[in-house]
C-alpha cells in the first residue's frame, strides 16, 4: 500500500503522474476488499467505482469542484482518498464514519446521499448557485443506470439541459446492476448505446486527424450520418452533450476525457460502463450477494450461515405472498427494485407473470398499484418504510383518495442499524395513521405478522403493515389464512396500577419491563382503526398510562391514544415513549434502541422516574 499510503486529501493524489495511479487503482481495490471483508458493507457497487473515483479527484479540483454521488454506497473508495482512510475500519458502526456520505462528516461529501436518483437535481443546484455567486467551480453528478430508472433523475435532466451556462458534468455510471437484475425500457436504451460504439469512436478518431475544411464537412456529415447509424441521444435531445459510452476502468480513456469535459461549457453528460465486483472474481460472479455484506474471509468467500432457527419478518412476508397468490388468482405483486430486500425471489420464480419490479420509481409503483385495483386485482406493493416516504402524495391522491384496495408490507419499519438514519422506518406511524381509509397495523410477532397480512389483504382498502428488519420472537406460524379483528388489541399480560400500550416491536420488550412493575401489557395491534374500547378499559381499571412505539413519539401511535382519551373525556397520567426527535445515527440494532430507552430496562427505568412510588421496586428481565 505504498501508494495509497500516501494520499490522504486528493490535492496529494493530484501530485502523482499518469503512471502511478493504475498501481494506485490497485491497492486501493484491494485495501477496499480488505476493509469491507472486516466491518461488511457495500461491497460490488465500491469495487466497481475505484478508478472513477480517482479519476474524478485526479481531474476536478476537489472540494473546490463538487462531487454528488447518487446513492452513496458506491463513495468508499472517496472516503479512503478524502482522508478517511484510518477510519474505515469504524465503518457503519456507531460513532463511527457512515456507508454513505455526510456533509457534517467531510467537507468533500458535499450532498448526503442514500436514496437513489436525487444527484443531477443537487449538482444542477451546485452549480447554478456558482453561477450566481460568480464562481467558476464545476458540479459532477455521479449517478448509476439503476437511478436512472427514477422520474427525479428525469425532472432533473429536463431543467437542466436547457441552462446552457452551467458546469455541470453528469456520470453515469453504468454497470448494468442496481440492487436487483435491471429492468425495464432504459436498461434495453443503454444496451443500444452500447451495441453502437463503434460509431463513437470512428466519431472520436475523425476529429483527431481530419484537416480544418474537410473536419468542417465531416461535422455537417455527422448529423445526417447519426441519424442512420445511432439515434440522437435521448440525453442530448435533453439538451446535454453526450459522450461515451466509455470503459470506466481504463484510466487512459478516462482521465484524457474529463480532462476534455472540463473545459467544455454547459450541461455534459459522460457515459462509462463498469463492473460491479470489479477485481475480485466471486463479486463479479455474484454482485447481488455482495452488495451489501457483513463480515468474511476474501479468499473464502461469503459462506452462507446455516440456516438460525427464527425467521425474519422477511421471510415470513416472502413465503405469505407465495400463498396467498396460490389461494387468491387476482394477488399481484410489486416492487420497486428491491426483489431480494423485500423477500420476493420465490414469488417472481413461482409467478412471473403476477411479479412487478418497475424499478426505482417508488411514486410509479403506488399509482401502478391503484391502477391495477380499479380494474379489480389486489396489488401487494413491498416497500421499505423510508421508501415509501417517497410516494407519499400517490399513496394519499392515488389509492387512499379513491379508497382502492392496496396493500402495503412495509419492511425495515423501526431503526434498522448499520445503514442509519437515511433507511430508518421511524416516521410510517405518523404519517401513515393521519390518512383517511387507510388501516395500519403493526406486528409484535411472526405470526401476528403473518396474520396481519391475510387481514390487510382482505380489507376492502387501502392497509399498511408495518414490521422491523431481521429475525423475530421466535413465535410459531400457523400456517393458515387467518384474519384479525380489525382494529381490535388484546391484553399479553394483567397488572395493576400501570397500563402499557404497547406497538409492534416492543411488545416483547414492555412485557419484559412489565414484570418488575407489576404493569398491565396491551398488544394494540392496530395504530389505526385504534381500539378505543380497549383504551377505556384500561384507563377506568389503571391509575397510569405507558405508550411504548419504535416509532416517532411526535404524530406517533402514542399521540393517538392520547388523542382517544382526549376525545373521550378522559384524563390519565401518559408517558409516551418512543424515537426523540432526532436522526437516530448508524450502529447495532439493540444498542441503538438501548441508547433511546427502548429495551426492557429502559422501559421500566422511564415508568419508574415518570411515575414514582406508584410503581414497586424495578426487576428486570432482558431476554
Given at each position: 500500500?505504498?501508494?495509497?499510503?500516501?494520499?490522504?486529501?486528493?490535492?496529494?493524489?493530484?501530485?502523482?503522474?499518469?503512471?502511478?495511479?493504475?498501481?494506485?487503482?490497485?491497492?486501493?481495490?484491494?485495501?477496499?476488499?480488505?476493509?469491507?471483508?472486516?466491518?461488511?458493507?457495500?461491497?460490488?457497487?465500491?469495487?466497481?467505482?475505484?478508478?472513477?473515483?480517482?479519476?474524478?479527484?485526479?481531474?476536478?479540483?476537489?472540494?473546490?469542484?463538487?462531487?454528488?454521488?447518487?446513492?452513496?454506497?458506491?463513495?468508499?473508495?472517496?472516503?479512503?482518498?478524502?482522508?478517511?482512510?484510518?477510519?474505515?475500519?469504524?465503518?457503519?458502526?456507531?460513532?463511527?464514519?457512515?456507508?454513505?456520505?455526510?456533509?457534517?462528516?467531510?467537507?468533500?461529501?458535499?450532498?448526503?446521499?442514500?436514496?437513489?436518483?436525487?444527484?443531477?437535481?443537487?449538482?444542477?443546484?451546485?452549480?447554478?448557485?456558482?453561477?450566481?455567486?460568480?464562481?467558476?467551480?464545476?458540479?459532477?453528478?455521479?449517478?448509476?443506470?439503476?437511478?436512472?430508472?427514477?422520474?427525479?433523475?428525469?425532472?432533473?435532466?429536463?431543467?437542466?439541459?436547457?441552462?446552457?451556462?452551467?458546469?455541470?458534468?453528469?456520470?453515469?455510471?453504468?454497470?448494468?446492476?442496481?440492487?436487483?437484475?435491471?429492468?425495464?425500457?432504459?436498461?434495453?436504451?443503454?444496451?443500444?448505446?452500447?451495441?453502437?460504439?463503434?460509431?463513437?469512436?470512428?466519431?472520436?478518431?475523425?476529429?483527431?486527424?481530419?484537416?480544418?475544411?474537410?473536419?468542417?464537412?465531416?461535422?455537417?456529415?455527422?448529423?445526417?450520418?447519426?441519424?442512420?447509424?445511432?439515434?440522437?441521444?435521448?440525453?442530448?435531445?435533453?439538451?446535454?452533450?453526450?459522450?461515451?459510452?466509455?470503459?470506466?476502468?481504463?484510466?487512459?480513456?478516462?482521465?484524457?476525457?474529463?480532462?476534455?469535459?472540463?473545459?467544455?461549457?454547459?450541461?455534459?453528460?459522460?457515459?462509462?460502463?463498469?463492473?460491479?465486483?470489479?477485481?475480485?472474481?466471486?463479486?463479479?460472479?455474484?454482485?447481488?450477494?455482495?452488495?451489501?455484506?457483513?463480515?468474511?474471509?476474501?479468499?473464502?468467500?461469503?459462506?452462507?450461515?446455516?440456516?438460525?432457527?427464527?425467521?425474519?419478518?422477511?421471510?415470513?412476508?416472502?413465503?405469505?405472498?407465495?400463498?396467498m397468490a396460490a389461494s387468491d388468482k387476482r394477488l399481484v405483486g410489486i416492487t420497486p427494485a428491491m426483489?431480494?430486500?423485500?423477500?420476493?425471489?420465490?414469488?417472481?420464480?413461482?409467478?412471473?407473470?403476477?411479479?412487478?419490479?418497475?424499478?426505482?420509481?417508488?411514486?410509479?409503483?403506488?399509482?401502478?398499484?391503484?391502477?391495477?385495483?380499479?380494474?379489480?386485482?389486489?396489488?401487494?406493493?413491498?416497500?421499505?418504510?423510508?421508501?415509501?416516504?417517497?410516494?407519499?402524495?400517490?399513496?394519499?391522491?392515488?389509492?387512499?383518495?379513491?379508497?382502492?384496495?392496496?396493500?402495503?408490507?412495509?419492511?425495515?419499519?423501526?431503526?434498522?442499524?448499520?445503514?442509519?438514519?437515511?433507511?430508518?422506518?421511524?416516521?410510517?406511524?405518523?404519517?401513515?395513521?393521519?390518512?383517511?381509509?387507510?388501516?395500519?397495523?403493526?406486528?409484535?410477532?411472526?405470526?401476528?405478522?403473518?396474520?396481519?397480512?391475510?387481514?390487510?389483504?382482505?380489507?376492502?382498502?387501502?392497509?399498511?403493515?408495518?414490521?422491523?428488519?431481521?429475525?423475530?420472537?421466535?413465535?410459531?406460524?400457523?400456517?393458515?389464512?387467518?384474519?384479525?379483528?380489525?382494529?381490535?388489541?388484546?391484553?399479553?399480560?394483567?397488572?395493576?396500577?400501570?397500563?402499557?400500550?404497547?406497538?409492534?416491536?416492543?411488545?416483547?420488550?414492555?412485557?419484559?419491563?412489565?414484570?418488575?412493575?407489576?404493569?398491565?401489557?396491551?398488544?394494540?395491534?392496530?395504530?389505526?382503526?385504534?381500539?378505543?374500547?380497549?383504551?377505556?378499559?384500561?384507563?377506568?381499571?389503571?391509575?397510569?398510562?405507558?405508550?411504548?412505539?419504535?416509532?416517532?413519539?411526535?404524530?406517533?401511535?402514542?399521540?393517538?391514544?392520547?388523542?382517544?382519551?382526549?376525545?373521550?373525556?378522559?384524563?390519565?397520567?401518559?408517558?409516551?415513549?418512543?424515537?426523540?426527535?432526532?436522526?437516530?445515527?448508524?450502529?447495532?440494532?439493540?444498542?441503538?434502541?438501548?441508547?433511546?430507552?427502548?429495551?426492557?430496562?429502559?422501559?421500566?427505568?422511564?415508568?419508574?422516574?415518570?411515575?414514582?412510588?406508584?410503581?414497586?421496586?424495578?426487576?428486570?428481565?432482558?431476554?
Amino acid at each position: 500500500m505504498k501508494l495509497l499510503e500516501t494520499i490522504n486529501e486528493p490535492a496529494e493524489l493530484r501530485k502523482l503522474s499518469r503512471s502511478q495511479l493504475t498501481p494506485l487503482a490497485d491497492e486501493l481495490r484491494q485495501y477496499l476488499l480488505d476493509s469491507v471483508s472486516r466491518t461488511g458493507g457495500h461491497l460490488s457497487s465500491n469495487l466497481g467505482t475505484v478508478e472513477l473515483t480517482i479519476a474524478l479527484h485526479y481531474v476536478f479540483n476537489t472540494p473546490h469542484d463538487r462531487i454528488v454521488w447518487d446513492v452513496g454506497h458506491q463513495t468508499y473508495s472517496h472516503k479512503i482518498l478524502t482522508g478517511r482512510r484510518e477510519r474505515m475500519h469504524t465503518l457503519r458502526q456507531f460513532d463511527g464514519i457512515s456507508g454513505f456520505p455526510k456533509r457534517d462528516e467531510s467537507e468533500y461529501d458535499t450532498f448526503g446521499t442514500a436514496h437513489s436518483s436525487t444527484s443531477i437535481s443537487a449538482a444542477l443546484g451546485m452549480a447554478q448557485a456558482a453561477k450566481i455567486k460568480g464562481e467558476h467551480r464545476h458540479a459532477v453528478a455521479v449517478i448509476g443506470d439503476g437511478s436512472m430508472t427514477a422520474g427525479m433523475a428525469f425532472e432533473a435532466l429536463n431543467n437542466g439541459g436547457v441552462q446552457e451556462d452551467v458546469n455541470l458534468l453528469v456520470v453515469l455510471n453504468d454497470n448494468d446492476m442496481s440492487i436487483s437484475p435491471p429492468v425495464g425500457a432504459l436498461n434495453r436504451y443503454l444496451a443500444r448505446l452500447m451495441s453502437g460504439q463503434f460509431y463513437a469512436a470512428a466519431k472520436t478518431v475523425g476529429k483527431s486527424v481530419l484537416p480544418g475544411p474537410v473536419r468542417e464537412l465531416a461535422k455537417r456529415l455527422e448529423e445526417h450520418a447519426k441519424g442512420m447509424v445511432v439515434p440522437a441521444t435521448m440525453f442530448e435531445e435533453f439538451g446535454f452533450n453526450y459522450i461515451g459510452p466509455i470503459d470506466g476502468h481504463d484510466l487512459e480513456s478516462l482521465i484524457p476525457t474529463l480532462e476534455n469535459i472540463r473545459k467544455l461549457k454547459g450541461p455534459q453528460f459522460l457515459h462509462v460502463v463498469t463492473k460491479k465486483g470489479q477485481g475480485y472474481k466471486l463479486a463479479e460472479a455474484e454482485p447481488i450477494l455482495y452488495h451489501g455484506t457483513g463480515k468474511f474471509n476474501p479468499t473464502e468467500g461469503i459462506i452462507a450461515p446455516a440456516k438460525a432457527g427464527k425467521v425474519t419478518y422477511t421471510e415470513v412476508f416472502g413465503n405469505w405472498l407465495c400463498d396467498m397468490a396460490a389461494s387468491d388468482k387476482r394477488l399481484v405483486g410489486i416492487t420497486p427494485a428491491m426483489r431480494e430486500g423485500s423477500g420476493m425471489v420465490r414469488f417472481e420464480q413461482q409467478y412471473p407473470e403476477r411479479y412487478f419490479d418497475v424499478g426505482i420509481a417508488e411514486q410509479h409503483s403506488v399509482t401502478f398499484a391503484a391502477g391495477l385495483a380499479t380494474e379489480g386485482l389486489k396489488p401487494v406493493v413491498a416497500i421499505y418504510s423510508t421508501f415509501l416516504q417517497r410516494a407519499y402524495d400517490q399513496l394519499i391522491h392515488d389509492v387512499a383518495l379513491q379508497n382502492l384496495d392496496v396493500t402495503f408490507a412495509l419492511d425495515r419499519a423501526g431503526l434498522v442499524g448499520a445503514d442509519g438514519a437515511t433507511h430508518a422506518g421511524n416516521y410510517d406511524m405518523a404519517f401513515l395513521r393521519c390518512i383517511p381509509n387507510m388501516v395500519v397495523m403493526a406486528a409484535s410477532d411472526e405470526n401476528e405478522c403473518r396474520r396481519m397480512l391475510t387481514t390487510g389483504f382482505h380489507y376492502d382498502g387501502p392497509a399498511a403493515v408495518r414490521y422491523p428488519r431481521g429475525a423475530g420472537i421466535g413465535a410459531l406460524i400457523d400456517q393458515e389464512l387467518t384474519s384479525i379483528e380489525i382494529g381490535k388489541g388484546e391484553i399479553k399480560r394483567n397488572g395493576a396500577g400501570v397500563a402499557i400500550l404497547a406497538f409492534g416491536s416492543m411488545v416483547a420488550p414492555s412485557i419484559a419491563a412489565a414484570a418488575g412493575l407489576n404493569a398491565t401489557v396491551a398488544n394494540m395491534r392496530f395504530v389505526k382503526p385504534l381500539d378505543v374500547e380497549l383504551v377505556k378499559q384500561l384507563a377506568r381499571e389503571h391509575d397510569y398510562f405507558v405508550t411504548v412505539e419504535e416509532g416517532c413519539i411526535m404524530g406517533g401511535a402514542g399521540a393517538a391514544v392520547a388523542e382517544a382519551l382526549a376525545t373521550q373525556g378522559i384524563v390519565k397520567p401518559i408517558l409516551m415513549l418512543g424515537l426523540p426527535d432526532k436522526f437516530i445515527d448508524h450502529g447495532d440494532p439493540a444498542s441503538l434502541l438501548a441508547g433511546v430507552g427502548l429495551d426492557a430496562t429502559g422501559i421500566a427505568a422511564s415508568v419508574r422516574q415518570r411515575f414514582g412510588a406508584a410503581v414497586p421496586r424495578l426487576v428486570v428481565n432482558n431476554s
